[in-house]
């Protein structure tokens, strides 16, 4: 039950388990960390798998690594803890590398599982201080000769050193055999006799993640090599040689130990270079057999080990009779039936030179734009000469391109320090690599920029400080130098309230860590359960001709499909409630945009559901283009009627036309995957007289409403309850009353009990994500910056339907901390070929604010001014009137909130040094941005329904409310604010499920309002219980709570109490929050990548009920946008429209070592807000809002690297800032390449 399935390609982590497995170094089994999810069930054989459950529970005790992301506040969803607290016990028990045990290799090993609520900064802690800071000393790292080839004394080859105990295995599966060799002459035997089959070797079975084609379903033979022992051998006598079953992690470890032992220090190199493949886990199974093979079969992929190989000037053994071939040619070699056995290299001599580069998306775990490898002799007395044919390679570049040639030609005999060969050497690179087009690919010309840049960087780093001093700074990689990060909380709290505002650890923190807690995917199956899985529109604009589920029906186990046709007479083919446009559950005929649902395949289990969903043929007449640019559909003019009018106040054209100063600008923003681990599921199961229904939904009400639509049942016999969502971000809102109605309707078409967990792509390519914006502004301003006038057009790209329009809080929140009286503000709907977009943390808060800082750093840089100063200028003040909102701005702090931060991140001095580092470096710049907020908190239209009762014979409490706990820790709150009214110990109180009785007709969880208002609705529910007993109490003499409960009960009081929590406040807002974030990121000029060096926030959280949580929603929330506006990008194939960024292998968020280095969060002390409940204030979505500033802090280093090239014009720096539009953004060019 702990151990979480989410994406089934190794890119998310919470399918992560430990297991044993064989380690040459050591020459035994040691414990390493894997993606279960990869793992065939029959590789197991022989090996112990220890899941989160077998190292502690809350009955027997917790595990220390379980405590300390409990108490570290590490859970929020909890869905990623269990694989982030295996990981980590993999990392402790494995007892060979005293190495390991640093602070760095925690963060280093905490690559390959994705945390989509925390931020990562309390994971980390919480890891890092289960180990000492202490590196290891050269006496643990142990000796190279205990690597030396060892020859086996019965085969006489190289060999671990132990013959092999285990037992060969053959097994006759349906479709396939499966072989387990253990000798040479058994696999070569297996061979022989299947040599006409279709045959997969399994070692890591990792290549499954990346291509899917490889699924070992597809094949006739299966071999797992694990029983070969003889394939793991080392040998360094007198070439090296590694056997093919070495994995990467354990491949890194010899090259560690070798170069810590022997001064090969290019052993270093190599294994620097392999802990930038893949991600931990994924290094723990994958060989680099396997990922070369992957090469061998898929020329396109970028394989980093292939391109190490080639640099190393590889020979490959291929087969056990003695044949070896160079790895290049593999390439072309014919390797049907064939085996890798292992490769060998000859040891490098003291005058040749290898480097390996990569660049990357995100700091940890992508794939290669490009990646490269350098191999040189040179005569470094000889200015660099290169006296050998040298070795230059690439990847990532197209199909056939493996080595530049020409250059290499080029370069034999030429001395690398001199600037006229460098410069000729970049002209014959520039015409000999040509890498293709793909639209899911950095663009050609940015890759073709990284194999000159790339080269560029390796001259300099070989000439050393032969080159110019500020060129030097091209050298360093940021994400291999980053230092250890480090966070640093301050808060305040107010102990005579406590529980109330105590930092406590969340309630269900110990379940989480533990894997006890359930989420709708571990509820045990239901008897006669079916199962489903959508099959969904491959095409963007078409009409369907035909549906053919012949080939899905003949599958065994396939029981039904579900269409449009199947829905009851007189039921509604739609899941929007309370909107007249209908958005349909399964398309009726037109489709809108790929990847909509057409029908639902029902099976006796997943995997055949799954695979029957595949078998569906539909077919479309009228195929169209689609629309799947946001810029093209403004261009077409391709509108939704107005959906909301023009916001107005004032008279902006006027006071443009009247201001000193104008700018006009354009800025866009993409989309955004949710990205909650626990894809969109529901569990619909028939009952006597209705429906139960198990849901991961923000909204009950929302689900009850469409399955009721769709099947035409009564409210009232639908039931519907929700524990606790595994993430959600606003993407549960809606749009699982789609999947709740369709499992619904199968659930009440065949009687049984359906479940329809959504695969991670499907719900990547069906599910609307976040708004794309593209906002056209002018703006008059005095001469010293002040606003006088802004008009703004405001396109939002709604994609298929308007539905869950996001424009309202665009239009009242984009004035954010400023001061203007005259805008007009002119929203656009956009209707493009893509799934309706949808609610996403902050919708439209965060676009509007981003909005409105561009236009200050416009107005700014057309100054030539500090953008800070500019943006005090304009801030609000105590007393304003909101010119969008109408109302005051009251208890305005926001002024002094920034001054504070100026102060306390010691702007002042920072903007000097980062002024001082830029004039020294040419290719690594600095920026730092301040970013203030306002964000008003909402509260009229909520509604929850809250009950609250008392257990008399032993005073305990159980609270449901109709809020949804998705992470934010709403009811720790609620249980606190209990604790609070009652004055009895919290752990007195338990709160339950949220369920369609008590939560009926309430309101959607969202806005980071829902904790607030349901800790209200408990205020009055103690409040009716507290004066009900007061008479009872006045009668008890010394009265305790447990007195006073049996008292009441003998009275006949009851201890029942419901409230019904419905505010109307006077204003748009009921108050506001503010904060400030000052960023500092440093770029790598060349290359694009980047580095968040510090943040530093204050955030007013009022008199936060628990900071804890708190802070954990401000740094989650932060690093969510992080990804926004850095990493995450979404690609649409022009043609089909189809989703191309549809895997963890193309979609990146942000990792832990993306996170800022130096992580600093305020909640503002001494700061109580008079008008919020507990005179507490929301937090979820607030800070998201100031996440900009990592890209305006980028966005001031790339006006330094511009400023070198004499480049001072205002830029718009769009989001995301991904690394290859950073680079571009820098304005590289080869011209500029010097070394002096
Ligand atoms: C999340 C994730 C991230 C990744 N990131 C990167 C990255 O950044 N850079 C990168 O380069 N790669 C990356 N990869 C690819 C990864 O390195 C490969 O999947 C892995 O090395 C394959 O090794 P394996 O042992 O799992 O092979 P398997 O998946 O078991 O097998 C892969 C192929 O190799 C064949 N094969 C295996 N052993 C032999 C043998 N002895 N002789 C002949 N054929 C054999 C199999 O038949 C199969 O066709 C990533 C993979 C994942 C899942
Ligand atoms: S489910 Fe295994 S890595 Fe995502
Ligand atoms: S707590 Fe990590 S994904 Fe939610």
Same mark, same amino acid.
């Given at each position: 039950?702990?151990?979480?399935?989410?994406?089934?390609?190794?890119?998310?982590?919470?399918?992560?388990?430990?297991?044993?497995?064989?380690?040459?170094?050591?020459?035994?089994?040691?414990?390493?960390?894997?993606?279960?999810?990869?793992?065939?069930?029959?590789?197991?054989?022989?090996?112990?798998?220890?899941?989160?459950?077998?190292?502690?529970?809350?009955?027997?005790?917790?595990?220390?690594?379980?405590?300390?992301?409990?108490?570290?506040?590490?859970?929020?969803?909890?869905?990623?803890?269990?694989?982030?607290?295996?990981?980590?016990?993999?990392?402790?028990?494995?007892?060979?590398?005293?190495?390991?045990?640093?602070?760095?290799?925690?963060?280093?090993?905490?690559?390959?599982?994705?945390?989509?609520?925390?931020?990562?900064?309390?994971?980390?802690?919480?890891?890092?201080?289960?180990?000492?800071?202490?590196?290891?000393?050269?006496?643990?790292?142990?000796?190279?000769?205990?690597?030396?080839?060892?020859?086996?004394?019965?085969?006489?080859?190289?060999?671990?050193?132990?013959?092999?105990?285990?037992?060969?295995?053959?097994?006759?599966?349906?479709?396939?055999?499966?072989?387990?060799?253990?000798?040479?002459?058994?696999?070569?035997?297996?061979?022989?006799?299947?040599?006409?089959?279709?045959?997969?070797?399994?070692?890591?079975?990792?290549?499954?993640?990346?291509?899917?084609?490889?699924?070992?379903?597809?094949?006739?033979?299966?071999?797992?090599?694990?029983?070969?022992?003889?394939?793991?051998?080392?040998?360094?006598?007198?070439?090296?040689?590694?056997?093919?079953?070495?994995?990467?992690?354990?491949?890194?470890?010899?090259?560690?130990?070798? =170069?810590?032992?022997?001064?090969?220090?290019?052993?270093?190199?190599?294994?620097?270079?392999?802990?930038?493949?893949?991600?931990?886990?994924?290094?723990?199974?994958?060989?680099?057999?396997?990922?070369?093979?992957?090469?061998?079969?898929?020329?396109?992929?970028?394989?980093?080990?292939?391109?190490?190989?080639?640099?190393?000037?590889?020979?490959?053994?291929?087969?056990?009779?003695?044949?070896?071939?160079?790895?290049?040619?593999?390439?072309?070699?014919?390797?049907?039936?064939?085996?890798?056995?292992?490769?060998?290299?000859?040891?490098?001599?003291?005058?040749?030179?290898?480097?390996?580069?990569?660049?990357?998306?995100?700091?940890?775990?992508?794939?290669?734009?490009?990646?490269?490898?350098?191999?040189?002799?040179?005569?470094?007395?000889?200015?660099?000469?290169?006296?050998?044919?040298?070795?230059?390679?690439?990847?990532?570049?197209?199909?056939?391109?493996?080595?530049?040639?020409?250059?290499?030609?080029?370069?034999?005999?030429?001395?690398?320090?001199?600037?006229?060969?460098?410069?000729?050497?970049?002209?014959?690179?520039?015409?000999?690599?040509?890498?293709?087009?793909?639209?899911?690919?950095?663009?050609? =010309?940015?890759?073709?920029?990284?194999?000159?840049?790339?080269?560029?960087?390796?001259?300099?780093?070989?000439?050393?400080?032969?080159?110019?001093?500020?060129?030097?700074?091209?050298?360093?990689?940021?994400?291999?130098?980053?230092?250890?990060?480090?966070?640093?909380?301050?808060?305040?709290?107010?102990?005579?309230?406590?529980?109330?505002?105590?930092?406590?650890?969340?309630?269900?923190?110990?379940?989480?860590?533990?894997?006890?807690?359930?989420?709708?995917?571990?509820?045990?199956?239901?008897?006669?359960?079916?199962?489903?899985?959508?099959?969904?529109?491959?095409?963007?604009?078409?009409?369907?001709?035909?549906?053919?589920?012949?080939?899905?029906?003949?599958?065994?186990?396939?029981?039904?499909?579900?269409?449009?046709?199947?829905?009851?007479?007189?039921?509604?083919?739609?899941?929007?409630?309370?909107?007249?446009?209908?958005?349909?559950?399964?398309?009726?005929?037109?489709?809108?945009?790929?990847?909509?649902?057409?029908?639902?395949?029902?099976?006796?289990?997943?995997?055949?559901?799954?695979?029957?969903?595949?078998?569906?043929?539909?077919?479309?007449?009228?195929?169209?283009?689609?629309?799947?640019?946001?810029?093209?559909?403004?261009?077409?003019?391709?509108?939704?009627?107005?959906?909301?009018?023009?916001?107005?106040?004032?008279?902006?054209?006027?006071?443009?036309?009247?201001?000193?100063?104008?700018?006009?600008?354009?800025?866009?923003?993409?989309?955004?995957?949710?990205?909650?681990?626990?894809?969109?599921?529901?569990?619909?199961?028939?009952?006597?007289?209705?429906?139960?229904?198990?849901?991961?939904?923000?909204?009950?009400?929302?689900?009850?409403?469409?399955?009721?639509?769709?099947?035409?049942?009564?409210?009232?016999?639908?039931?519907?309850?929700?524990?606790?969502?595994?993430?959600?971000?606003?993407?549960?809102?809606?749009?699982?009353?789609?999947?709740?109605?369709?499992?619904?309707?199968?659930?009440?078409?065949?009687?049984?009990?359906?479940?329809?967990?959504?695969?991670?792509?499907?719900?990547?390519?069906?599910?609307?994500?976040?708004?794309?914006?593209?906002?056209?502004?002018?703006?008059?301003?005095?001469?010293?910056?002040?606003?006088?006038?802004?008009?703004?057009?405001?396109?939002?790209?709604?994609?298929?339907?308007?539905?869950?329009?996001?424009?309202?809080?665009?239009?009242?929140?984009?004035?954010?901390?400023?001061?203007?009286?005259?805008?007009?503000?002119?929203?656009?709907?956009?209707?493009?070929?893509?799934?309706?977009?949808?609610?996403?943390?902050?919708?439209?808060?965060?676009?509007?604010?981003?909005?409105?800082?561009?236009?200050?750093?416009?107005?700014?840089?057309?100054?030539?001014?500090?953008?800070?100063?500019?943006?005090?200028?304009?801030?609000?003040?105590?007393?304003?009137?909101?010119?969008?909102?109408?109302?005051?701005?009251?208890?305005?702090?926001?002024?002094?909130?920034?001054?504070?931060?100026?102060?306390?991140?010691?702007?002042?001095?920072?903007?000097?040094?980062?002024?001082?580092?830029?004039?020294?470096?040419?290719?690594?710049?600095?920026?730092?941005?301040?970013?203030?907020?306002?964000?008003?908190?909402?509260?009229?239209?909520?509604?929850?329904?809250?009950?609250?009762?008392?257990?008399?014979?032993?005073?305990?409490?159980?609270?449901?409310?109709?809020?949804?706990?998705?992470?934010?820790?709403?009811?720790?709150?609620?249980?606190?604010?209990?604790?609070?009214?009652?004055?009895?110990?919290?752990?007195?109180?338990?709160?339950?499920?949220?369920?369609?009785?008590?939560?009926?007709?309430?309101?959607?969880?969202?806005?980071?309002?829902?904790?607030?208002?349901?800790?209200?609705?408990?205020?009055?529910?103690?409040?009716?219980?507290?004066?009900?007993?007061?008479?009872?109490?006045?009668?008890?003499?010394?009265?305790?709570?447990?007195?006073?409960?049996?008292?009441?009960?003998?009275?006949?009081?009851?201890?029942?109490?419901?409230?019904?929590?419905?505010?109307?406040?006077?204003?748009?807002?009921?108050?506001? =929050?503010?904060?400030?974030?000052?960023?500092?990121?440093?770029?790598?000029?060349?290359?694009?990548?980047?580095?968040?060096?510090?943040?530093?926030?204050?955030?007013?959280?009022?008199?936060?009920?628990?900071?804890?949580?708190?802070?954990?929603?401000?740094?989650?929330?932060?690093?969510?946008?992080?990804?926004?506006?850095?990493?995450?990008?979404?690609?649409?194939?022009?043609?089909?429209?189809?989703?191309?960024?549809?895997?963890?292998?193309?979609?990146?968020?942000?990792?832990?070592?993306?996170?800022?280095?130096?992580?600093?969060?305020?909640?503002?002390?001494?700061?109580?807000?008079?008008?919020?409940?507990?005179?507490?204030?929301?937090?979820?979505?607030?800070?998201?809002?100031?996440?900009?500033?990592?890209?305006?802090?980028?966005?001031?280093?790339?006006?330094?690297?511009?400023?070198?090239?004499?480049?001072?014009?205002?830029?718009?720096?769009?989001?995301?800032?991904?690394?290859?539009?950073?680079?571009?953004?820098?304005?590289?060019?080869?011209?500029?390449?010097?070394?002096?």
């Amino acid at each position: 039950m702990g151990t979480k399935l989410m994406c089934g390609e190794g890119g998310c982590g919470v399918c992560v388990v430990q297991t044993m497995l064989y380690e040459t170094v050591m020459e035994k089994e040691l414990n390493y960390a894997i993606n279960s999810c990869l793992c065939p069930l029959l590789i197991c054989d022989g090996w112990e798998i220890t899941t989160v459950e077998g190292i502690g529970c809350q009955k027997t005790g917790l595990d220390q690594i379980q405590t300390s992301l409990a108490e570290y506040n590490g859970t929020q969803c909890g869905y990623c803890s269990p694989g982030q607290v295996m990981n980590m016990y993999s990392f402790l028990t494995n007892p060979s590398y005293p190495i390991k045990m640093t602070q760095q290799a925690v963060e280093n090993a905490f690559d390959g599982i994705i945390c989509r609520c925390t931020g990562y900064r309390s994971i980390l802690d919480a890891m890092k201080v289960l180990v000492t800071s202490s590196s290891c000393s050269k006496s643990d790292i142990g000796d190279i000769e205990d690597l030396k080839g060892k020859l086996c004394k019965r085969t006489g080859k190289i060999c671990t050193g132990q013959c092999s105990d285990s037992t060969s295995v053959r097994l006759v599966l349906r479709d396939a055999q499966w072989y387990k060799p253990t000798t040479e002459q058994e696999l070569i035997d297996i061979l022989k006799k299947c040599i006409d089959k279709k045959i997969r070797f399994i070692m890591g079975n990792t290549g499954t993640g990346v291509f899917k084609d490889l699924n070992p379903a597809n094949y006739d033979v299966l071999i797992d090599m694990h029983g070969m022992k003889e394939l793991y051998g080392v040998s360094f006598d007198p070439t090296s040689v590694f056997g093919s079953n070495l994995t990467l992690s354990v491949l890194i470890e010899i090259f560690e130990r070798v =170069s810590a032992a022997s001064e090969t220090s290019y052993m270093k190199e190599l294994a620097i270079y392999l802990s930038r493949v893949a991600n931990v886990p994924v290094r723990n199974a994958a060989t680099w057999t396997g990922n070369i093979m992957l090469k061998h079969q898929f020329p396109d992929f970028p394989s980093d080990v292939f391109t190490m190989l080639v640099a190393m000037q590889s020979e490959i053994g291929i087969g056990f009779q003695g044949e070896e071939i160079s790895v290049e040619n593999f390439l072309s070699y014919d390797m049907t039936a064939k085996v890798i056995t292992y490769f060998s290299h000859k040891i490098l001599d003291p005058d040749e030179v290898i480097k390996l580069y990569k660049v990357m998306p995100r700091a940890q775990n992508a794939h290669a734009y490009v990646n490269a490898g350098f191999r040189m002799r040179l005569d470094s007395k000889n200015n660099f000469m290169v006296k050998d044919t040298p070795v230059i390679v690439y990847g990532g570049i197209n199909k056939n391109f493996v080595r530049a040639t020409k250059t290499e030609r080029f370069l034999k005999g030429n001395q690398l320090g001199d600037p006229k060969v460098l410069k000729g050497a970049l002209s014959v690179l520039q015409q000999e690599v040509v890498p293709d087009s793909n639209p899911v690919l950095a663009s050609p =010309s940015y890759r073709k920029q990284l194999t000159l840049i790339l080269f560029y960087k390796f001259v300099l780093q070989v000439i050393g400080d032969k080159a110019g001093v500020r060129f030097q700074s091209a050298t360093d990689c940021l994400s291999v130098s980053r230092p250890v990060s480090s966070g640093k909380q301050t808060y305040d709290t107010q102990k005579i309230e406590y529980p109330l505002t105590e930092p406590l650890q969340k309630l269900e923190a110990n379940a989480q860590v533990t894997g006890e807690a359930v989420y709708i995917d571990d509820i045990p199956a239901y008897p006669n359960q079916l199962y489903a899985a959508f099959f969904v529109s491959t095409v963007g604009n078409a009409k369907i001709q035909g549906i053919d589920t012949s080939g899905a029906m003949e599958i065994p186990g396939v029981v039904r499909v579900v269409t449009h046709n199947d829905i009851p007479d007189g039921c509604a083919n739609t899941f929007s409630i309370y909107s007249p446009i209908p958005e349909e559950v399964f398309c009726s005929g037109q489709v809108l945009y790929a990847g909509q649902a057409i029908g639902l395949v029902l099976a006796e289990s997943q995997k055949i559901a799954d695979s029957a969903a595949q078998a569906v043929k539909v077919t479309y007449t009228d195929v169209q283009t689609p629309l799947v640019d946001l810029d093209e559909a403004i261009q077409k003019q391709s509108f939704y009627p107005k959906l909301s009018d023009p916001k107005v106040a004032g008279d902006a054209d006027a006071a443009i036309k009247d201001s000193p100063k104008t700018v006009t600008g354009s800025i866009s923003m993409g989309g955004q995957y949710h990205m909650h681990m626990e894809t969109q599921i529901s569990i619909c199961v028939p009952t006597e007289d209705g429906m139960d229904v198990h849901s991961s939904t923000q909204w009950i009400d929302g689900v009850q409403t469409a399955i009721s639509q769709i099947t035409g049942l009564q409210r009232n016999v639908i039931n519907v309850e929700v524990k606790r969502l595994g993430g959600s971000y606003g993407g549960k809102i809606t749009r699982n009353h789609w999947i709740s109605a369709a499992c619904g309707l199968a659930a009440f078409l065949t009687n049984r009990p359906v479940k329809l967990k959504m695969d991670f792509h499907t719900n990547m390519n069906m599910i609307g994500k976040r708004y794309p914006y593209r906002a056209d502004y002018t703006v008059g301003f005095t001469d010293d910056g002040e606003l006088n006038g802004l008009k703004i057009v405001v396109y939002a790209d709604c994609g298929a339907s308007v539905n869950d329009n996001a424009i309202p809080p665009l239009l009242s929140m984009i004035d954010n901390a400023y001061d203007c009286a005259n805008w007009t503000i002119t929203p656009i709907a956009v209707k493009t070929n893509k799934p309706a977009s949808t609610t996403c943390r902050s919708p439209g808060s965060l676009p509007g604010i981003f909005i409105i800082e561009t236009i200050m750093e416009h107005i700014s840089k057309s100054l030539n001014k500090d953008p800070t100063d500019i943006r005090v200028k304009n801030l609000y003040q105590q007393g304003q009137i909101n010119p969008l909102t109408k109302n005051i701005i009251t208890y305005c702090n926001i002024s002094q909130i920034v001054q504070n931060l100026r102060d306390s991140a010691d702007v002042q001095t920072r903007l000097q040094k980062i002024q001082e580092f830029n004039q020294a470096n040419r290719w690594k710049k600095k920026g730092l941005s301040i970013v203030p907020i306002k964000f008003g908190i909402l509260w009229n239209g909520i509604t929850y329904g809250i009950n609250l009762c008392v257990y008399a014979s032993d005073g305990t409490v159980a609270i449901s409310h109709s809020g949804i706990e998705v992470g934010q820790g709403i009811n720790t709150k609620v249980a606190q604010v209990c604790a609070y009214e009652f004055g009895i110990p919290i752990s007195m109180i338990k709160v339950k499920s949220s369920n369609s009785f008590v939560g009926a007709n309430s309101i959607t969880t969202g806005g980071s309002i829902t904790s607030e208002s349901c800790c209200q609705g408990i205020v009055y529910c103690c409040q009716v219980i507290l004066q009900r007993m007061a008479p009872v109490k006045a009668k008890i003499k010394d009265p305790t709570w447990l007195k006073i409960v049996h008292e009441c009960v003998e009275e006949e009081v009851d201890l029942v109490a419901r409230s019904w929590y419905a505010p109307v406040g006077k204003d748009h807002f009921q108050y506001y =929050s503010y904060g400030a974030t000052c960023a500092e990121v440093e770029l790598d000029v060349l290359t694009g990548e980047h580095q968040i060096s510090r943040v530093d926030i204050i955030y007013d959280c009022g008199e936060s009920m628990n900071p804890a949580v708190d802070i954990g929603q401000v740094e989650g929330a932060f690093v969510m946008g992080i990804g926004y506006w850095m990493t995450e990008e979404l690609k649409y194939d022009p043609q089909t429209g189809q989703l191309l960024t549809n895997s963890t292998w193309e979609y990146k968020p942000p990792l832990g070592k993306d996170i800022p280095v130096d992580f600093r969060v305020n909640l503002l002390k001494n700061a109580p807000n008079p008008l919020g409940v507990l005179r507490s204030k929301a937090v979820g979505e607030p800070p998201m809002c100031m996440s900009c500033s990592v890209l305006f802090a980028a966005k001031h280093a790339i006006e330094s690297a511009r400023q070198e090239i004499g480049q001072l014009d205002y830029f718009p720096l769009d989001g995301p800032a991904t690394t290859e539009y950073i680079q571009k953004a820098c304005l590289v060019d080869p011209s500029q390449f010097l070394i002096q």
